[in-house]
């Protein structure tokens, strides 16, 4: 935690370094591939141009690199559902598929052509913004999705709503109480939710304010013809689930960067001009402790709408991550593409959100040497 | 088995079952004779039941990648929401599994039992207003049947060679005579659609009791009353709303919080700790489906016989029923079908734990050295104990047996049929034919025990076409006796199928078709407030 100071340049912590340091929540393989391009060939005109506008540039350059990251993400993905056993025919049909009704679906879906030509036939509609219709259910991909990623980010946005501010606040009181009782307390109780694992979590919930006390809505499922209202209080458990699963990580990256600020200098001199202790917190060493802590907030907001299949499960909730695990399922291969997609975009925007964040937040991550 | 007189009896008022019929199923079904005859005078003042209400069911086994076209239909939840809308030619009785008129009133067989004659019935009405006419139920027919076809049930409908309009009689002409014609068409995958399905498979418009009012794949489907339901003895609730849950835990915690009325695929591990809930029945029914461990007859060591036996002698039956199914189960025999099959061969002797049969076996087969056993969970559930169960017995019996966990993706099309001594679970079927000629014909594609044995093959085609029912029942004697002493088949246990429900549910119909009541959970029950 302590290697997450300022000093030590977001550029360069984004993907693997922050990655790493959240072993509960495995960041996807497209996660771990955003590894910063500080090296990348450079013209005259383009070094000019990244000393005139560095953050231009750097935008510019990753805008660049996600395309090829979603391509062989793309690429990865194919390759990775074509290695599974089993193809979409056999595996849709499972243990009563009959050899003719097989070879039926094989060949009204293409999947007697080669590997090559069914990705190339794939990639050009995707290209042209056509994901194609899933092949189990002969719906278009991109409408479905629509509603399972509205699901997701609803649920998703409610949670960072809630548990980002409360992440940053406890963050800030236990630095102020370090070491004195509050700091303890906070930090076992964050501790403890982050050590229970989140189908634990979600089930204590569903026992006490579901069967117990009958106060929450559960099943938490979602459907179009639901008020906002209703919607609100279907998600109150799953939410105050997630809230308390991210809540910790975040909450200590956020303690562990202000401490790192507080033992510097210029904070001893604040003390000594007789500064309040919050003051200090929140007005000189926040600001420079906040590379880190934003860092930690885009991995947890992506873990929020890409890897909380388990809550989805738990409380029959219809987003993404359980649409795409029905999809590898019976490897329905337009779904499971376009979902991998979104799921890497999201990171990578997220990371990128980070990291310009972070630049803005220290002007001399803007001349890197 | 009250239930189950409410059942005959409904069908006595809505005049499917005349005095004989009913007396000979009550009796079948174990209801004293004066009692049957005085309930089938009685049956209009039997239990009413209660009309109305919204019904909740919470489902495991509905996915994101279904679909509603009845042929495509391979989850538990899409099985009980196309019995919900739609209709099929013939029904199975709940309790003894023999064919029962649905849109088809009745029929009538060739003596070769080759040429089948179906009277359908009149006026009825699909949902869009449109009246059932022959032509739908041809062009149904053909859409599960033609070369293009990609429906669950090609495999049942392969021996039919045409279908025909014959003044307005539905005509099916069979490759090879099949007594239990009639049986195959309960599939639930023919249900009868306009225009046979072909504009629109996914369009839900049936004849059955309830309309389709929205449907989310994987996520929730809705249902409302079909006010022109041609039987007026089902159908009891107002709506219905059927909830994806493919979590054990959410789904007892729903039913247990009043939430749902009832869910499926209750843990047998959790059964006893649901059962403390005062609002909670347990709905246990015992069905066909078995879980096996299977040996492929042709491949060594296992083409040895006697080492098979060795095998079948060291597996402990009882203690499987206890521990893998929390005594929700029978046990078996070494043959797939039991008591709930129509002809079921009574008197066979039931097989136990004998270490020391194993070992003189074992000793006979001259093998030496561990045998290798293949297992996943997704063979059946508890499958890698019941694995580890097995190697614990079968030790007892001077018998290496080395358990080898596999992965649960793939393990049908690499491991199941493939390696020669694995673990597997089997749905059952409507008839003993239909298992039979599914699993042990040396042609069928899933001889997952490589029985290749041209005299069972022989006896299994005869039986088929033969309409005296004491002859055909011999043969089945012979072939389950066949199947139990030389096949490859090791069968523990036979699993009842465990569902939940809240106390408000009334008049569940223990059916031994298939899971939920076959499917027809939600039309058979009431509310009761």
């Known amino acids: 935690m302590t290697g997450g ?223 906002f209202g209703e919607r609100l209080s279907a998600i109150a458990l799953p939410v105050a689930t997630l809230v308390l699963v991210v809540l910790a990580h975040m909450m200590r990256m956020t303690r562990a960067a202000i401490l790192n600020v507080m033992s510097s200098a210029y904070v001893e001199t604040a003390e000594l001009k007789g500064l309040s202790a919050f003051r200090i917190i929140a007005k000189h060493a926040a600001p420079n402790a906040v590379a880190p802590v934003i860092n930690v907030i885009a991995l947890n907001l992506a873990y929020l709408v890409v890897g909380v299949v388990v809550v989805e499960v738990v409380f029959v909730y219809p987003g993404m991550g359980q649409y795409m695990v029905d999809a590898v399922t019976v490897r329905d291969m337009p779904v499971v593409q376009a979902c991998g997609l979104i799921f890497a975009a999201f990171y990578i925007f997220l990371n990128m959100a980070a990291d310009i964040l972070a630049i803005l937040a220290n002007p001399r991550l803007r001349h890197p040497r | 088995m009250s239930e189950y007189k409410n059942y005959l009896a409904n069908q006595v008022k809505i005049g499917k079952m005349n005095r004989r019929e009913f007396m000979g199923r009550a009796m079948a079904a174990g209801i004293a004779l004066s009692s049957a005859s005085t309930l089938f005078a009685a049956s209009a003042a039997a239990q009413e039941p209660k009309r109305g209400g919204h019904l909740k069911l919470g489902l495991e086994g509905g996915s994101a990648t279904d679909a509603l076209d009845p042929a495509k239909a391979l989850s538990q939840v899409l099985f009980c929401v196309g019995r919900n809308w739609g209709d099929l030619l013939v029904e199975s009785d709940p309790l003894t599994g023999a064919a029962v008129p649905a849109l088809a009133e009745s029929w009538e067989p060739s003596p070769d039992a080759a040429v089948w004659t179906f009277k359908i019935r009149k006026g009825v009405q699909f949902h869009d207003g449109k009246e059932l006419t022959i032509e739908d139920v041809v062009k149904t027919l053909q859409r599960h049947t033609d070369e293009k076809s990609e429906s669950g049930a090609l495999g049942v ?70 006010p022109n339901d041609w039987n007026p003895n089902r159908g009891y609730v107002d709506s219905i709303e059927i909830i994806n849950m493919n979590d054990a835990t959410a789904r007892i915690a729903a039913l247990s919080s009043g939430q749902v009325h009832y869910i499926n695929r209750v843990d047998p591990k959790t059964v006893a700790l649901l059962k403390r809930a005062p609002s909670v029945e347990i709905l246990s029914t015992a069905g066909r489906g078995h879980y096996v461990f299977i040996m492929h007859c042709n491949t060594a060591p296992f083409d040895n016989n006697d080492l098979r036996m060795a095998l079948k002698y060291a597996m402990d039956r009882e203690n499987m029923v206890q521990t893998i199914l929390g005594g929700y189960g029978k046990v078996g025999n070494d043959f797939p079908i039991n008591s709930t099959y ?141 199947v139990r002493d030389e096949g490859g088949l090791i069968l523990p246990m036979f699993n009842d199928f465990v569902n939940a429900s809240t106390k408000q549910v009334k008049g569940y119909v223990h059916d031994i078709g298939n899971d939920m009541s076959n499917g027809y959970v939600a039309t058979r029950v009431w509310l009761d407030a």
């Open chain 2, 342 to 482: 129509a002809l079921f061969p009574e008197g066979i002797e039931q097989r136990a734990y004998d270490p020391d049969k194993a070992a003189f076996h074992y000793k006979k087969s001259g093998h030496s050295g561990p045998v290798l056993l293949r297992t996943s969970d997704v063979a059946f559930p508890g499958a890698v104990d019941a694995a580890v169960l097995y190697q614990e017995s079968a030790k007892k019996a001077g018998i290496e047996i080395e358990v080898k966990r596999e992965p649960g993706d793939g393990y049908w099309s690499n491991v199941w049929n493939v390696q020669p001594f694995s673990t597997s679970y089997w749905g059952g079927r409507p008839t003993q034919d239909q298992m039979y000629s599914t699993a042990y014909l040396s042609t069928a594609d899933w001889n997952d025990t490589k029985f290749l044995r041209p005299d069972f093959d022989k006896i299994l085609l005869e039986a088929r076409s033969e309409l005296d029912e004491a002859k055909r029942k011999e043969m089945y004697r012979t072939m389950a006796m066949m």
């Open chain 2, 157 to 226: 409908m392969k021996s039919i060679k045409t279908i025909e309009n014959k003044g307005g009689d539905l005509v099916l002409t069979l490759t090879e005579g099949n007594a239990d014609l009639p049986l195959l068409l309960s599939d639930y995958h023919l249900i009868i659609q306009p225009g046979g399905g072909y504009d629109n498979p996914n369009a839900a418009i049936g004849t059955g009791p309830y309309k389709l009012t929205s449907f989310e794949a994987g996520v929730r489907s809705t249902f409302e009353k079909n």
């Open chain 1, 5 to 227: 100071g300022p000093l030590t340049g977001p550029a360069l912590t984004t993907g693997m370094g922050a990655g790493g340091d959240s072993p509960s929540q495995p960041a996807p393989a497209s996660g771990a591939m955003v590894t910063p391009t500080t090296g990348v060939v450079t013209g005259t005109f383009w070094r000019r141009f990244t000393l005139r506008r560095p953050l231009a540039a750097l935008i510019i350059q990753r805008l660049g690199l996600s395309v090829g990251l979603l391509f062989a993400v793309s690429l990865m993905i194919f390759g990775g559902v074509e290695a599974l056993p089993g193809d979409f025919a056999t595996t849709y049909l499972g243990q009563s598929a009959t050899p003719q009704a097989v070879e039926n679906i094989r060949k009204d879906l293409g999947l007697d052509k080669p590997l090559t030509e069914r990705y190339l036939n794939w990639l050009g509609g995707a290209v042209k913004g056509d994901f194609g219709t899933s092949w189990a259910s002969k719906n278009s991909v991109s409408e479905q999705i629509g509603k399972r990623l509205g699901n997701s980010l609803f649920l998703a946005f409610f949670a960072a709503l809630i548990s980002v501010p409360l992440a940053v606040a406890l963050g800030m009181l236990a630095v102020q109480y370090r070491n004195r009782l509050p700091d303890k307390i906070i930090n076992v109780i964050s501790l403890a939710a982050i050590s229970l694992p989140e189908f634990f979590v979600g089930y204590l919930l569903i026992l006490f304010f579901a069967v117990q006390l009958g106060v929450a809505t559960f099943p938490a499922t979602v459907y179009d013809s639901m008020g």
